[in-house]
């Protein structure tokens, strides 16, 4: 973990708590209507839906940037300001007199009125228990325990996850997109933290598991009326998805976050359940096993406690150890899968993550796999290794006269030195199944994999003994990184 | 008639254009004026009402006759001239770049270093375009009530905001730079010291326009410019760090002129300033700060459209588009030819005004309002005629030289060529607009003019290419224009009432 890692996840959950904390609570100030925790869900669930909504028109149209965005945004808080009559004052030259009035007084005096919190705002606050609720707590360990992971480790545990980045970034730069309801939404979060796509994948994932565990939790709480239940529900919840996507959040798991509040909203908020859902169908449009699982686990959980009285106290007791075992295995599973899984090295994600950051902006290249594209999109230039050791050959690279002609200022080739081998990968394109992606695939057979890695270091050694301006810019037991001055 | 004749009915010395009152109406308007209501008629002058005060004075006043000595009037040409002199300045910097291939600011340097200079000068011009348009507000009227003390002190209390407004826009600036990488480091200081420098030198300059000194503001870029020639060729310091101090030598020979020529001004009205109220000067200027904001931020979100359309390919996020500041800058050349009018005309329109009052009564009310309809219609008229001369000529000298190498640079000349002709209209109509003190008007045509600016050149720019940002400012200058024209007109149906309560 570094300082930039740190910064860099302070600044994603400074921005998913303004997009979805903070702009429901504007809306909420803005409209007429409860004030009290169900009802912030539903505006939480219509602000989020307005989101997605507006960056798959903007990105179909390539021009989902940060002005559209901000006009977007601008328009709706005009619209319900609008509709709250709020509006009508600025057309009246009287108030506008009086407001100047009041900026001159202030001016003069120096100083404000002092606010004091109204009793009104105390009756709010009373509104939000959940503050006080177990699982409050434990969604806050599972958003430690989750960024810890994710503070510690650069690269992704699933290929959902690099499409993910890839996906985000491209909507985010307002190039080419094909529609993905998973990152649609989150695009203002990106131009609020102004990172890429992948680091706002990477730090997003924690903080929804986070709210997954509260949006479980409140589904059960709600049918059952039991907070212990509840609770179990959500731990249980927090296994299932540890287990099934090594505790980084797919699509599947975020839809299931919309899934839970529909269900959650059904019973006061028929139209917002209805958005809920809407959303849910956006971000995963056929719902994988696990949501169904998940879901289905969830309806289980709520029929036995309300039907059994023994099965309700098991569940009551089994609320705390379900949360640290919850807890436990979002530690435990991503260390070991990391080892096992995973299609890239660690120190291979980092090391592209810092050459983003330390050289400016398009004068570089990497050469490497496919998963490194997610990474370095919009930052700088990428050439598939695949692709490299095919334009070029030992005997050619090896003349003093010759030379690469990439346009940029330094190339940075990755060799794996020991090539990466995971139990993602295959010995064969029918091992793939399911997983067939033609950029992936060459990478993700071991043998192909290792081939390509041994034919780029027997050209980067032929060509480093005849030309002086090739360096190792990283090396370590995995990995060797040249960089070829241009 | 005992008493002596009020003061307000009878000539002045220091009023060439002073006449009889025409009728009673205009007696009685005078004396209100004056402040003489039916209880001072009645105390000082022993009439029962200011009505019956201005029948007994007026055929007393009728017997002073008009003032045969001609109201001293610069010619046209002087006017015109004085209208553009705010430009010298820009044609030295012009010549330099002829001369040198670079100026006080701008030349040939990198695709950063041009970004962040463009940065820097857009955000100097907005951040201090209030500033001086308030403190010119506010020091004009000073001066002209022969209050020198008073007005020094305001303008350097001014210019202290303006300092002040410009570290802080200038912070914010570099943490937005910083934190959204818009440049990389260390370009965003380089645009941050663009930034500061010459906003100090708009603010000096300001200052001297406000007292009709430009040429000072052409002596103090001379001096800068030939700093940074010095610093550059003989000391071979990098070109933007040489601008930065040339700029800062130049700003400080203006402050320095300011300075003389405001205690000039102090010592020869005499007094000592008096107390000033921020709230106060702030009521009373806050549409004029909002004004030179404004109009900076119409004339330039053309350029930060254009400069920040994304390129995934580019080297930073804000990119200097250098065909397309070209052909911007020849269509402001047009502008600077056009708005020189707009003093001239203003002065010619309000002197017409002033003389066909004081020969057209309350009876012929509808005669002086079409007269008035006519002047105008006539200097619109002209503005057209030189904008269509102007934009013509400037199109057919491009055309006859290298300056524009592409068809998209064409198309963003046209119509920026058009953009400026509308806001030099528009600019006319702001002038008489300011004069008849109906500022609201003015920002009312302002503010929707920006919108339509930023969300037509966003939708064109981000859809299509970048020249098309010249569409949407040409698209708010059109508006604007509109805009302005119909209030003149509306106002110019009682211009007579707008006139007086402007005037008192």
Same mark, same amino acid.
């Given at each position: ?15 998913? @708590? ?73 057309? #009246? ?81 307002? #190039? ?18 102004? @990172? ?81 859902? $809407? ?37 009551? +007791? ?7 075992? +919850?807890?436990?295995? @979002? ?12 299609? #890239? ?7 592209? $993550? ?86 992936? $695939? ?10 390509? #890695? ?7 050694? $032929? ?24 | ?38 209880? *001072? ?243 009373? %200027? ?67 005004? %002033? ?115 010249? *569409? ?15 209030? *003149? ?16």
């Amino acid at each position: 973990m570094t300082i930039t890692d740190l910064i860099d996840c302070v600044r994603v959950t400074f921005a998913f @708590l303004v997009v979805f904390g903070a702009v429901p609570c504007l809306v909420a100030r803005i409209s007429p209507g409860d004030r009290n925790l169900m009802s912030f869900c539903a505006l939480a669930v219509r602000t989020s839906l307005f989101a997605a909504i507006a960056a798959l028109g903007l990105g179909s149209m390539r021009i989902c940037l940060p002005g559209s965005m901000l006009a977007g945004y601008l328009f709706l808080f005009l619209m319900l300001l609008w509709m709250a009559g709020s509006l009508e004052p600025l057309w #009246q030259p009287q108030w506008r007199a009086a407001l100047l009035h009041k900026i001159l007084v202030f001016n003069e005096n120096g100083h404000g009125t002092p606010r004091r919190l109204s009793a009104a705002s105390g009756d709010r606050l009373r509104h939000w228990r959940i503050v006080r609720e177990p699982a409050f707590l434990l969604s806050m360990f599972i958003a430690v325990a989750a960024l810890s992971h994710s503070l510690q480790y650069v690269r992704f545990l699933n290929d959902q996850s690099y499409s993910r980045a890839l996906s985000l970034q491209k909507l985010a730069l307002g #190039q080419p997109w094909t529609p993905d309801g998973s990152v649609a939404f989150l695009a203002p979060v990106v131009f609020l933290s102004s @990172l890429d796509g992948a680091t706002v994948v990477r730090f997003s994932g924690p903080l929804f598991m986070a709210v997954l565990a509260l949006a479980g939790f409140a589904a059960v709480r709600g049918a059952t009326g039991s907070s212990p239940v509840g609770l179990a529900a959500a731990a249980g919840l927090i296994i299932l998805t540890a287990f099934s996507h090594s505790a980084e959040l797919q699509a599947g798991g975020i839809a299931l976050i919309f899934w839970l509040t529909g269900f959650s909203l059904w019973a006061r908020y028929r139209w917002d359940a209805l958005w809920s859902v $809407a959303l849910a169908m956006l971000i995963e449009p056929i719902p994988e096993l696990n949501t169904v699982l998940c879901v289905s686990v969830i309806l289980v959980i709520v029929f036995l406690a309300r039907f059994g009285e023994a099965t309700r106290r098991l569940l009551q +007791a089994s609320g705390t150890p379900l949360a640290t075992a +919850a807890i436990v295995c @979002l530690i435990l599973i991503p260390l070991h899968r990391g080892k096992t899984h995973g299609s #890239q090295y660690n120190i291979t994600a980092r090391t592209v $993550a810092r050459i983003t950051r330390e050289f400016p902006r398009n004068t570089w290249l990497v050469v490497s796999p496919v998963q490194e594209v997610a990474l370095t999109y919009g930052h700088g230039w990428h050439m598939e290794l695949s692709e490299f050791v095919e334009t070029y050959t030992v005997d050619e690279v090896r003349r003093p006269d010759f030379s690469f002609k990439f346009p940029v200022g330094d190339t940075f080739v990755f060799v794996e030195k020991e090539p990466l081998t995971s139990r993602s990968m295959a010995s064969g394109l029918s091992e793939l199944g399911p997983r067939f992606d033609p950029p992936m $695939a060459p990478y993700l057979l071991r043998l192909n994999r290792a081939s390509m #890695q041994f034919q780029a270091a027997r050209l980067l050694a $032929a060509y480093r003994a005849t030309h002086r301006g090739t360096e190792v810019f990283l090396e370590d037991q995995q990995l060797i990184v040249y960089r070829i001055r241009g | 008639m005992n008493k002596p004749l009020p003061a307000c009915l009878k000539p002045r010395a220091d009023d060439p254009r002073w006449a009889p009152p025409l009728d009673v109406n205009d007696a009685v308007v005078r004396l209100e004026t004056a402040g003489i209501t039916d209880a *001072v008629a009645e105390r000082e002058y022993g009439q029962r009402t200011t009505w019956q005060l201005a029948e007994a004075c007026l055929p007393w006043s009728r017997m002073f006759v008009t003032a045969v000595e001609p109201e001293p009037r610069r010619s046209a040409v002087l006017e015109y001239l004085s209208g553009i002199s705010f430009s010298f300045s820009l044609l030295l910097c012009c010549l330099a770049m002829a001369l040198f291939r670079f100026s006080l600011w701008g030349g040939d340097v990198s695709a950063n270093m041009a970004a962040a200079v463009g940065l820097g000068t857009v955000s100097s011009f907005i951040t201090t375009g209030g500033i001086v348009q308030a403190m010119a507000r506010r020091g004009i009227f000073l001066i002209s009530v022969e209050d020198g003390a008073t007005a020094e002190a305001a303008c350097w209390r001014w210019v202290r905001l303006g300092i002040f407004c410009l570290a802080a826009s200038g912070l914010a600036l570099l943490t937005l730079a910083r934190f959204y990488t818009w440049l990389p480091a260390p370009f965003d200081l380089a645009a941050v010291a663009f930034h500061l420098s010459l906003g100090l030198l708009w603010l000096a300059t300001g200052i001297l326009h406000m007292l009709e000194r430009n040429m000072w503001s052409a002596v103090a870029t001379a001096v800068g410019t030939l700093m940074v020639v010095w610093l550059h060729r003989a000391w071979r310091i990098e070109l933007a760090a040489a601008q930065v101090v040339g700029i800062l030598i130049a700003a400080a020979v203006a402050f320095s002129a300011c300075f003389f020529f405001l205690r000039d001004r102090r010592r020869k009205h005499g007094g000592c300033p008096r107390p000033q109220s921020f709230a106060f000067d702030t009521y009373i %200027a806050w549409p004029h700060f909002l004004f030179g904001t404004f109009y900076y931020l119409l004339v330039f979100s053309d350029r930060l459209l254009a400069w920040t359309v994304p390129d995934i390919g580019a080297p930073s996020a804000v990119q200097f588009r250098g065909d397309y500041e070209t052909a911007l800058d020849i269509a402001l050349f047009g502008f600077i030819l056009q708005a020189g009018n707009v003093r001239s005309s203003t002065v010619a329109f309000f002197h017409k005004l %002033a003389s066909a009052q004081k020969q057209l009564g309350l009876s012929r009310r509808s005669v002086f309002i079409r007269q008035m309809k006519e002047v105008y219609a006539r200097r619109s008229a002209g503005f057209l005629a030189v904008a269509a001369l102007t934009s013509v000529g400037l199109y057919t000298a491009v055309a006859h030289t290298t300056l524009l190498t592409n068809g998209q640079s064409y198309t963003a000349l046209i119509w920026a060529l058009f953009g400026f002709s509308a806001l030099a209209v528009a600019l006319w109509n702001t002038s008489l607009l300011f004069r008849l003190a109906q500022p609201s008007d003015v920002l009312g045509a302002l503010i929707p003019a920006i919108l339509l600016n930023v969300v037509l050149g966003y939708a064109l720019t981000r859809l299509g290419a970048y020249h098309y940002a010249a *569409v949407g400012f040409t698209a708010g200058a059109l508006l604007y224009a509109m805009l302005t024209t119909r209030s *003149v007109l509306r106002r110019m149906q009682s211009i007579d009432y707008y006139y007086f309560a402007s005037a008192s």
